[in-house]
């Protein structure tokens, strides 16, 4: 199925509107900020809110209406403890897998319980299907060639499936690219994979078993850009 938009876009600029409905920060009379480095956030059914705070290496749980209730991990390099935090993952079991990056992931109960550690040095990012399945885009090498790989793993962790391999562009350190195109990615309702690139305009979806579901193409006329802006 391939999906074609039109340059125009169908809604008006006003389609979506934002209102804020919490916030969650120091209070002025806490001894020590709500946050060091807060980096990624994830909330489960009940509402409860997970905050990965990298600064401080755990995760900051709090209630929906921003009470503080416990923290998770904390900084090291042992069972359960982080080194680089980077994502929150919560699966419909309640579950909560969190990546620490390049190291691998810790799973924990709603609670904070440590329940396992799954090595995963080759892991570049990670998304989680609500039951469980592990989607990771991976380092690998093809043919003498480095670049990245989609891998699928069930909840314990064996491997369901490998496609996707995209060599990575050869690297000069004597050229920068300020606005060289960003990988970007994401969980459709269906759990297919939705995969773009910036400046490519268009959407690859993805089954989990690497099959081609949909292609969305948008309409565009490229625009150069100027030495001012650079």
Known sequence: TVVSNPKAPLYRPTALTLREDLEIADSGTAPEPAFTKAWYIAVNEEGEIFVMDQGD???KVFDNEGASLRSIGRKGQGPGELQNPNSIHVTKDGRLIFEDFLRGLNVFDRTGR???FLPAAAFVDILVTPDGRIVARVNTIVADRPGKEFHIFDSAF???AAFGF???EP????VVKP????FSWALTSDNDLAVTYEGAYEINVLSLDGRL???IRKEHDPVRITQEEI
């Open 179 to 182: 606005f060289a195109g960003r």
């Open 114 to 116: 440590f329940l396992t």
């Open 166 to 168: 995209l060599p990575d």
């Open 171 to 174: 690297r000069n350190p004597q």
């Open 158 to 160: 064996r491997q369901l």
């Open 213 to 215: 579901q949909k292609r």
């Open 57 to 59: 290496a755990c995760v």
